[in-house]
């Protein structure tokens, strides 16, 4: 079984891409880090972006997890900040809760949604309309949300602990879960190849010993090494979106490989990237960082690499 995109899915995720290319340069990403940007909020909106998993009947694009971790992936790649894959993942709980007005707003950028499993960070809690928290097989809704905020990473993914009272409602713990550890490990992947990319730019472009030193193969090896990790990720975020899009009973199984190869796969690119660049790829004026600090605060978002191959291995019965 072939896990790509169909020419419709690639069309929607490039058209998204070249959309967002020019609007979100690192300069506009840097200055998220100080301000909250509204405007680049309200361009997802206008793209469709934020209805994409929303029912049709609240004003969405009723589209599913394949659709979404395509667009994650581009989101990534060109890195926007903001609760993307919450908020993606959360729309179809919402649209069938007392919440469901909500959706209609969100989509629209009029209003904001998050979620976050209980006891984590929650992205956005403060500017958010409507809190959500993963419990197990339980969804919370979180009344009149009292947020202290947190040191983050990444400037960008403003992060806050929650407390209020939580109410739980109809809808499934683990579902909300594995939709958004889905479609936070496809932003991984974005956020990998934007910095394997830069990688494979300043290798061409630096010269050392009067040539490029991308011509050494010690660096070709590192890159490659990346590139492979990278690709071996790509089908497992792939698969475990198909696998929630069609409810495939190793769904959460797949779900598992794909978030520990993801977060595996960006830690090794970020690693690579790094070390090609050298000294000035570890200082905050290199855009580098810019993508390796998100990958830093993501590869932990929805359970980290250890959190999922635990979890599978009690899926698969393993002492």
Not at 33 to 53: C, I, N, Q, Y
Not at 113 to 132: H, M, N, Q, W, Y
Not at 181 to 194: D, I, K
Not at 250 to 274: F, G, I, N, Q, Y
Request: net charge negative; glycine share 8%.
């Amino acid at each position: 079984m072939r896990f790509t995109l169909s020419e419709d899915q690639s069309l929607l995720a490039d058209a998204v891409g070249t959309a967002i290319q020019d609007a979100c340069p690192p300069d506009r990403i840097r200055a998220a880090w100080e301000t909250p940007d509204d405007e680049l909020w309200s361009l997802l909106a206008e793209l469709g972006v934020l209805g994409l998993t929303a029912p049709e009947g609240l004003g969405g694009m009723g589209m599913g997890a394949v659709e979404a971790a395509a667009i994650c992936r581009e989101m990534g790649q060109r890195g926007v900040p903001g609760p993307i894959a919450e908020h993606l993942a959360l729309l179809p709980v919402l649209a069938e809760s007392p919440c469901a007005s909500q959706v209609e707003t969100a989509i629209q950028a009029r209003s904001r949604i998050t979620c976050a499993p209980k006891g984590a960070p929650v992205p956005d809690a403060e500017r958010a309309d409507v809190v959500v928290q993963v419990n197990g097989p339980s969804v919370l809704l979180v009344e009149s949300p009292e947020c202290a905020p947190l040191r983050s990473v990444d400037g960008s993914r403003r992060l806050f602990s929650v407390r209020g009272t939580a109410i739980p409602i109809q809808s499934s713990g683990e579902s909300l879960h594995d939709h958004a550890a889905v479609y936070t490990a496809a932003t991984l992947l974005g956020l990998a190849q934007r910095m394997l990319d830069m990688a494979v730019a300043y290798a061409k472009d630096r010269r050392q010993f009067g040539k490029p030193i991308g011509t050494f193969q010690a660096v070709q090896h590192h890159l490659a090494n990346a590139l492979l990790a990278l690709k071996f990720a790509e089908p497992a975020v792939m698969r475990a979106a198909w696998g929630l899009s069609t409810g495939h009973p190793d769904a959460p199984l797949d779900v598992c490989a794909a978030k520990a190869l993801a977060s595996d796969a960006a830690s090794e690119v970020a690693r690579a990237a790094l070390q090609v660049h050298g000294a000035i790829g570890y200082t905050i004026e290199c855009d580098l960082q810019l993508f390796h600090k998100r990958i830093l605060a993501l590869r932990s978002a929805w359970g980290d690499a250890d959190w999922h191959r635990d979890r599978a291995a009690d899926l698969l019965h393993l002492p």
